[in-house]
């Protein structure tokens, strides 16, 4: 691990909601992994990859979940990065995402808030992402070049952090008040040069401006989330060529891998300290869910996308209308990999919707005898304990129709 931050670097970044520490990386290790980045752009093995690099006014993304080149992945377990990422998020960190853009020359800034408050500048906790929908996480941005004026500074609103709140929904899940564009200081430019770090906040907000110079921009924007702080849309899953590329030490930065898809989703529905378990097949119980149908499994807003579909399931199915769930575990057979969400209705709508044959309610001391009966098996079994037992930081995940639902486009 590395040296520990300063108190003034701690302070900075409890102020700021940023730090930045200058010229951290020497030139050798720049090198190597700007070579990573571009070997994929030029293989095309990144989004937009049918474009030929370099088409003008484009960007790429590499995603190194999909990637085998420790010549990109070494930096994300760097322990210039590492120990400071763990310090700043209060314990054991993973990597959520590990991204790297390229944008060409005359390529576009960032895009506005989803919620229409300012048409460049946003943060990124966002319920309907993957990485986003943690309620501790950080972003750590090593740009490759000079984000100078001509190619396009990072602009970053200090104290910006602040103006999000994390609000309790119950005593396991919390969900976001997001800033608003009208409540944060103005974006100044964060002058980040070739060999610096910089450490942002999920609730900082930034900007990344147009790319104006004639030559690419590009750089590493990495997110580590805290350990026991899942992503409420539950993880996207890192390639197993990924994880083998870690060092033995770094493979816990990685702890979803997996080539097999998502084919299916389950929900605990929560009331009254009992959960809602739905007849299957075969005489038992299970908890109601849905097949997956996810085309590609790319994009940070894949894993929202069987939100939408459990959503659907339930209103379907159950009659009851899910405005959010949070992601609890996966579980994987030969077919693929099962994620469990769960739900808690407080106000007992379900309870009221569902009645008759079909399904039951169950507390906790019910759940131990059915699976000992083989009426329930031990995976739904083991996601409801979890959901009673584990001890995590829990947000709302929703899928993106309905985070984005009442906002101007
Ligand atoms: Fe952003």
């Given at each position: 691990?590395?040296?520990?931050?300063?108190?003034?670097?701690?302070?900075?970044?409890?102020?700021?909601?940023?730090?930045?520490?200058?010229?951290?990386?020497?030139?050798?290790?720049?090198?190597?992994?700007?070579?990573?980045?571009?070997?994929?752009?030029?293989?095309?093995?990144?989004?937009?990859?049918?474009?030929?690099?370099?088409?003008?006014?484009?960007?790429?993304?590499?995603?190194?979940?999909?990637?085998?080149?420790?010549?990109?992945?070494?930096?994300?377990?760097?322990?210039?990065?590492?120990?400071?990422?763990?310090?700043?998020l209060g314990g054991?960190?993973?990597?959520?995402?590990?991204?790297?853009?390229?944008?060409?020359?005359?390529?576009?800034?960032?895009?506005?808030?989803?919620?229409?408050?300012?048409?460049?500048?946003?943060?990124?906790?966002?319920?309907?992402?993957?990485?986003?929908?943690?309620?501790?996480?950080?972003?750590?941005?090593?740009?490759?070049?000079?984000?100078?004026?001509?190619?396009?500074?990072?602009?970053?609103?200090?104290?910006?952090?602040?103006?999000?709140?994390?609000?309790?929904?119950?005593?396991?899940?919390?969900?976001?008040?997001?800033?608003?564009?009208?409540?944060?200081?103005?974006?100044?430019?964060?002058?980040?040069?070739?060999?610096?770090?910089?450490?942002?906040?999920?609730?900082?907000?930034?900007?990344?401006?147009?790319?104006?110079?004639?030559?690419?921009?590009?750089?590493?924007?990495?997110?580590?989330?805290?350990?026991?702080?899942?992503?409420?849309?539950?993880?996207?899953?890192?390639s197993e060529r990924?994880?083998?590329?870690?060092?033995?030490?770094?493979?816990?930065?990685?702890?979803?891998?997996?080539?097999?898809?998502?084919?299916?989703?389950?929900?605990?529905?929560?009331?009254?300290?009992?959960?809602?378990?739905?007849?299957?097949?075969?005489?038992?119980?299970?908890?109601?869910?849905?097949?997956?149908?996810?085309?590609?499994?790319?994009?940070?807003?894949?894993?929202?996308?069987?939100?939408?579909?459990?959503?659907?399931e339930l209103l379907?199915?159950?009659?009851?209308?899910?405005?959010?769930?949070?992601?609890?575990?996966?579980?994987?057979?030969?077919?693929?990999?099962?994620?469990?969400?769960?739900?808690?209705?407080?106000?007992?709508?379900?309870?009221?919707?569902?009645?008759?044959?079909?399904?039951?309610?169950?507390?906790?001391?019910?759940?131990?005898?059915?699976?000992?009966?083989?009426?329930?098996?031990?995976?739904?079994?083991?996601?409801?304990?979890?959901?009673?037992?584990?001890?995590?930081?829990?947000?709302?995940?929703?899928?993106?129709?309905?985070?984005?639902?009442?906002?101007?486009?």
């Amino acid at each position: 691990m590395s040296t520990s931050l300063t108190d003034e670097q701690k302070q900075a970044w409890a102020d700021d909601g940023y730090l930045i520490i200058r010229d951290t990386f020497s030139k050798a290790e720049l090198d190597r992994v700007a070579g990573g980045v571009l070997r994929a752009v030029k293989t095309g093995n990144c989004l937009n990859g049918n474009k030929p690099y370099p088409t003008p006014a484009t960007m790429y993304t590499v995603e190194g979940q999909y990637q085998d080149d420790p010549d990109l992945l070494f930096i994300a377990e760097h322990p210039a990065v590492l120990g400071p990422v763990e310090e700043l998020l209060g314990g054991p960190a993973c990597l959520s995402a590990f991204i790297s853009y390229l944008k060409t020359p005359g390529a576009q800034g960032t895009g506005g808030d989803y919620q229409g408050s300012h048409p460049t500048g946003h943060c990124d906790y966002k319920t309907y992402q993957q990485a986003g929908s943690s309620l501790n996480w950080l972003f750590a941005i090593i740009p490759l070049v000079d984000l100078d004026e001509e190619t396009g500074p990072l602009l970053l609103s200090p104290g910006s952090h602040k103006k999000s709140r994390i609000v309790p929904v119950n005593e396991r899940v919390s969900r976001v008040e997001r800033a608003n564009a009208s409540d944060i200081a103005p974006l100044v430019d964060a002058k980040l040069r070739r060999g610096d770090l910089a450490f942002m906040s999920m609730f900082t907000w930034h900007e990344g401006r147009a790319n104006g110079s004639d030559h690419d921009r590009f750089g590493i924007y990495n997110k580590y989330r805290a350990l026991d702080a899942p992503p409420a849309c539950g993880p996207q899953l890192f390639s197993e060529r990924s994880y083998d590329t870690l060092s033995e030490e770094g493979k816990r930065l990685m702890p979803h891998h997996s080539d097999l898809p998502l084919a299916e989703a389950r929900l605990i529905v929560e009331h009254d300290g009992k959960v809602l378990l739905s007849a299957d097949d075969h005489n038992g119980w299970r908890l109601p869910g849905a097949p997956a149908s996810i085309d590609s499994p790319t994009g940070q807003s894949v894993t929202s996308k069987l939100i939408e579909q459990l959503e659907v399931e339930l209103l379907d199915s159950v009659g009851v209308e899910i405005p959010w769930m949070t992601f609890v575990a996966d579980y994987s057979d030969s077919s693929g990999v099962r994620r469990v969400f769960a739900y808690s209705d407080d106000e007992g709508a379900s309870e009221e919707a569902v009645s008759g044959q079909g399904f039951r309610w169950v507390d906790n001391s019910g759940i131990n005898p059915l699976m000992e009966a083989k009426e329930l098996d031990r995976e739904d079994a083991d996601a409801i304990r979890r959901w009673w037992e584990e001890r995590c930081v829990r947000g709302t995940g929703e899928s993106p129709t309905r985070a984005k639902q009442g906002t101007p486009e």
